[in-house]
């Protein structure tokens, strides 16, 4: 019997979808609709005052949350429209005429997040990217061979967005601190899935977003700053909510807030926060550590029937190196996405990489049994056809 299945009856969506794409956008929670009425409520009935009922304070409230499943103390984590700015707003607390100046970042990484490293070099930052020889595993290797006494950060992502390899963060922060430098841990395709002890492991910087494996939605990224760096991260992209005192409305130069607030900028994106809430919460509840017994049950699953069915699997096998996700080489891949997608079975398609099949802890086993079926129907009746060169929907 499994015990998690009982959270299926709080998502919509399951009842009439396989739902198998939560590497891209974890379902909805019925809470998420519930968080967002609280928030409408409060701004239609408390009008300004919203804002010191709860609005005002959501970027700390939620970061809490946050903190709690990376394991990290209150106050350390400030909440982020996105990943993507909020890795601009740590690049932007690094010294362009100090004496380190090189970022060593994996060339396959998400390339949101490459576009805003390699546009440091415009201040004078060396930036590296560490290419993997197939374009498809992480070049653990290279990576550590490029951190020397020159790098300022190493960024790197918990879980590699294509194939779901997780990456050996052990052995890239032994050898960062020990040539002195910080590392940024993007957590996004591991956050909710595959467990990350920020203090344990001694991280820098973390960062993630809510979209996916947390079932939070957009607009709710997090940033994370292991508290005893905070007091010298002082970034250039700010603003007011990253002030000691914002309401006193100082005049520059900036006075930093002491904890993670540092790291805000102006007003916050409130109303994704409140929708958040209920799958940040669900996901502290459940205890990341038993969604990933039980998502190293399916993907193990997913493997053998992949396998048995002759397609071949682009993830790493062995259960420890693999996330949430099971990538397969499938024939016509985004033509048989958009046809599975018409059957409503969600799944997505990556090029180079494969089809990304993600079971989480709503995933009935017989799903993925009903996968495959329906794969071997479409290949087998070619009613991927009338999808072929439509391009990817997402
Ligand atoms: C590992 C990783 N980092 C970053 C991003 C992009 O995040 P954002 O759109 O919040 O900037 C994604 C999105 O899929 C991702 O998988």
Redesign the pocket.
């Known amino acids: 019997m499994d015990d998690l299945l009982r959270w299926r009856a709080q998502f919509p969506i399951l009842e009439k979808a396989v739902y198998l794409i939560s590497?891209?956008l974890g379902a909805m929670p019925k809470g998420a609709a519930e968080g967002l009425r609280e928030f409408g409520e409060l701004w239609g009935t408390r009008g300004v005052r919203a804002w010191s009922e709860g609005w005002w304070e959501s970027p700390r409230v939620s970061g809490d949350r946050i903190a709690r499943i990376l394991g990290a103390p209150p106050g350390s984590v400030a909440m982020?429209?996105?990943?993507?700015?909020?890795?601009a707003i740590v690049a932007s607390s690094f010294d362009p005429g100090g004496p380190r100046r090189r970022f060593v970042l994996c060339a396959e990484?998400?390339p949101?997040?490459l576009y805003v490293w390699e546009r440091q070099r415009r201040l004078g930052f060396e930036v590296v990217l560490v290419p993997a020889r197939d374009g498809l595993s992480i070049p653990l290797e290279g990576i550590l061979d490029a951190i020397d006494e020159r790098t300022a950060l190493v960024a790197v992502?918990?879980?590699?967005?294509k194939t779901a390899e997780v990456l050996d963060l052990a052995r890239v922060v032994e050898k960062a601190h020990r040539a002195g430098a910080l590392v940024l841990v993007?957590?996004?395709?591991g956050i909710g899935t595959v467990p990350l002890d920020v203090g344990a492991l001694r991280l820098d910087f973390v960062?993630?977003?809510s979209?996916?494996w947390l079932c939070g939605g957009?607009g709710a990224?997090y940033l994370y700053v292991r508290p005893d760096r905070l007091p010298n991260v002082e970034p250039r992209i700010t603003g007011w909510a990253a002030h000691a005192r914002p309401f006193a409305f100082e005049g520059p130069p900036i006075d930093y807030a002491p904890d993670a607030r540092r790291m805000l900028t102006g007003t916050p994106a409130v109303p994704a926060l409140y929708a958040a809430r209920a799958g940040h919460e669900m996901v502290a509840e459940i205890g990341v550590q038993r969604i990933r017994e039980k998502s190293l049950r399916q993907t193990a699953r997913l493997v053998a029937l992949a396998e048995e069915r002759g397609h071949r699997v682009v993830s790493p096998r062995e259960p420890a190196r693999r996330g949430g996700s099971v990538t397969i080489d499938l024939p016509h891949g985004d033509a048989l996405v958009a046809a599975l997608g018409a059957r409503e079975i969600l799944v997505d398609y990556r090029p180079g990489a494969g089809v990304r099949v993600s079971p989480h802890f709503y995933t009935k086993d017989e799903e993925l049994d009903l996968f495959f079926e329906e794969v071997a129907r479409i290949l087998e009746t070619k009613a991927w056809a009338p999808f072929a060169g439509r391009g990817a929907a997402h």
């Open positions: 590497h891209s982020q429209p996105n990943v993507s700015s909020a890795q990484d998400f949101s997040v992502s918990q879980v590699f967005y993007d957590a996004y395709q960062v993630g977003g979209v996916k957009p990224a």
